[in-house]
């Protein structure tokens, strides 16, 4: 007897979830003789555990599929359950006995980290128990901090995001320019700096802004910022500075926390100031300039203004191999990118033991970070250029780019 | 003798202030024949008392004129200088003079309400000596609140930014659709809510978010506001609200001056939290859940990824349309937007006196301000809607906008 696919999504949103949920429903519904139903779960495992799941075949006779492919976010809602560390949890049967309920034998899971630390465990009750359902995971995350694939879909687009966005700010800052100015550009990214170094690719020339780029992966020193910020005004008196949120002391103490133990609200709560905000406020007290703080927030993830052709394509395509490495026997395994070797950019896919990925975290190179921690090298550029090419048409109408929903 | 043109920029930036100068430079080298030199002042006229202009033809010919059509922010640079209310200052005859010294008998500025100010006080004094030199402001505003216009160059692609922008937050907020959350967006304006308004554009349904909006044109009441949110919490787990930052209490005080006066940060100052932050707080305390607020910040007045064709094409032919008028005579005038009447939009441009213009403010009509101040109504929605149309392909390069910069 045929059995059916099941694809869910997880974690944080991305600008090319969905294109990788596109690509595992239409290489399915294209092998369709291999399969009963293909089915996704709203709201991922947690909504699956609640028997919350739909048929995925009526979106692509109503031409809605298509639409998902340049939706941003989690067309099939997200979660952040983890599993239990203890597979003997009475919750690993519950979910083998949803799998045999709904003839499920591939399950797809589109996500980062945590996502494939709950693919790794299922895979291993499933051999624990004997259990033919075959587990994949199909890597997503602006951070790209998974380990064993060269980059993860929604990096490109975020990283095209955030280097057009700095770009334009230093436009924003450039207007007044006989005034000394300094503008903080908060970017997302905790414990790696990958998307914060997207700043780079927004300088046209050398010596153009951003001038300074601080990632968390080197110890962040006040004092020596200062003093790089008053050197660099010099040279460039409408400075921008792109600086990673989770920037830190290098002892494990982040720059935001110094602020929090200070500012007070209205409600007497501690007010949970940014990395940006403090440095604005350090700016301010130090060199006297006219300094703001941006933080780039939400939109780094979840906007369509800015997608590369490139990321869109690969998220896509990674579902779609999923799919045939599932059907070609493979479980607990993760669709990894490999980049070919060579000046041309080139990717091949490949499966990768999801064990060995979950649960870690791969950070900027440090020989990749130049100027004493103040500055990304070429290697970075290099590495990041292919990642943001090409430009996508977002369907649009009445003015505004038109996405899919569940209703 | 022929007489030389020139332009400048002045106040903020917005996306297709540009793309008037482009306007006015186009068509002045396109009527080449009544005109000696074409140029640009820097820095608006601050710039222009310290000699800093420079001749545009040059751009023509190597084709970055075509390229600032399309670059944010402003080209020439900008100021915000004011010229003395007393036209017996010293600096009138002294930029009289300098208009002699280049041969001008044309200026144009591009700008909101300070700029047209300028263009007054500079063709009364004109007028009180006798001098020829013609003066016309080109409109420019994302805050929309010129009077004796329809709508200002720049509104229409910044509404389309936060339009699009507040509809792929709401796509984010409902990736978690089982836990209520509240995301709060704070939007540009101080006293005018033209662009916070455009955030009810982003509604693809009716009871979509974002599901309450506040225009700094009503009274905002803290209390009144719990109850709102609590209310619409019960049908949208997933709220987004939309705030202008200029939200105030209807006796002068703004609505983020009640958190300053308590927050302190690190270094003993007072924290200027945005309003939105303040609101965030509020709900946190009050209803005690999940709750963040995003400010748009700078990029809605500068980024090129949401340009609205119509909005780029009518900042272009405003420029080109006061080139015309200024050689048909006309002086002391701002190129204004009249709307044709009927279901098609349509636009004509006039001149009108800019006297009556500059120092005014228009704001959103009461009678658009519809649930007792806490949403939009179809008035406005049918007067934004075409001001947002068409979407513009910008030039890129590696992957990324390219714009046009001063070298």
Known sequence: ?????????????????????????????ERESSFDKVYGMINGIEGFLNGR???????EQSGELEL????????????????????????YPKLFE??????IGFFFYIGGNDSMDTVSKLSRYAESIGSEVRFIGIPKTIDNDLVHTDHTP??????????????EIGVDASVYDNKK????????????????????????????????????????????????VEK????????????????????????????????????????????????????????????????????QRCSSSMLSAVDLTEAAESGAYGVGAALAGETGKMVSFRRRPGKEYGLDYAAEDVTLICNKEKTVPLEWITRDGADIGQEFIDYALPLIQGEVEVPSE?????FAYRR
């Open 1 to 29: 007897m045929k059995k059916s696919v099941i694809v869910g999504q997880s974690g944080g949103p991305t600008a090319v979830i969905n294109a990788s949920l596109y690509g595992v429903v239409k290489e399915a519904l």
């Open 53 to 59: 799941i739909m048929d995925m075949k009526p979106l």
């Open 68 to 91: 998902i492919r340049t939706t941003p976010g989690s067309y099939l809602g997200s979660c952040r359950y983890k599993l239990p560390e203890d597979l003997k949890d009475p919750v």
């Open 98 to 103: 949803k799998f045999d309920e709904y003839g």
């Open 154 to 167: 929604g990096y490109g687009s975020a990283a095209k995001y955030v280097a057009s966005t700095v770009r």
């Open 181 to 228: 100015s300094v503008t903080i550009v908060e970017i997302m990214g905790r414990h790696a700096g990958w998307l914060t170094a997207a700043g780079v690719l927004a300088r046209k020339y050398e010596g153009d802004n951003p001038v300074l780029i601080y990632l968390p992966e080197t110890a962040f020193d006040t004092d020596r910022f200062i003093q790089d």
């Open 232 to 299: 660099a005004l010099e040279k460039t008196p409408n400075l921008v500075v792109c600086i990673s949120e989770g920037i830190n002391d290098g002892k494990g103490a982040f720059i935001c926390e110094l602020a929090s133990d200070v500012g007070v609200d209205t409600f007497g709560h501690k007010m949970l100031t940014g990395s940006g905000k403090y440095l604005e406020n350090l700016v301010k007290e130090r060199l006297g300039v006219k300094v703001r703080s941006i933080e780039l927030n939400v939109n």
């Open 398 to 402: 009445n003015g505004l780019p038109l």
